[in-house]
């Protein structure tokens, strides 16, 4: 069991910058990544960026060379430092984690999404 929740979001134009945070609480020990997925209006949520405990990650190749993803173990935090924003770089963004519950399942976790707007 786990909660994530997000901050960071807001109005920037384009070429700003944004750095979003995900706190976890709960059973922390039990997370091996984490994830930020974004989902602008009418379109899929889409995978952003990942990091594992360990400090590998994993972009997007439209975020690659703009976006960094962070992870501060000692304080359960994730970011995403978003350079050079674009508008299509707009919607909710979103933390996510997966915990195993056994079987070979897995549980999906969601934090409750902050909006993103990138103006021209």
């Known amino acids: 069991q786990v909660q994530l929740v997000e901050s960071g979001g807001g109005l920037v134009q384009a070429g700003g910058s944004l750095r979003l945070s995900c706190a976890a609480s709960g059973s922390i020990f039990s997370i091996n990544a984490m994830n930020w997925y974004r989902q602008a209006p009418g379109k899929q949520r889409e995978l952003v960026a990942g990091?594992?405990?360990?400090?590998?990650?994993n972009y997007a190749d439209s975020v690659k060379g703009r976006f960094t993803i962070s992870g501060d173990n000692a304080e359960n935090t994730v970011y995403l430092l978003m350079n050079s924003l674009k508008p299509e770089d707009t919607g909710v963004y979103y933390c996510?984690?997966?915990?195993?519950?056994?079987?070979?399942?897995?549980?999906?976790?969601w934090g409750q999404g902050t909006q993103v707007t990138v103006s021209s």
């Open positions: 990091i594992t405990r360990g400090g590998r990650t």
């Open positions: 996510n984690t997966k915990i195993p519950s056994g079987l070979g399942f897995s549980q999906m976790y």
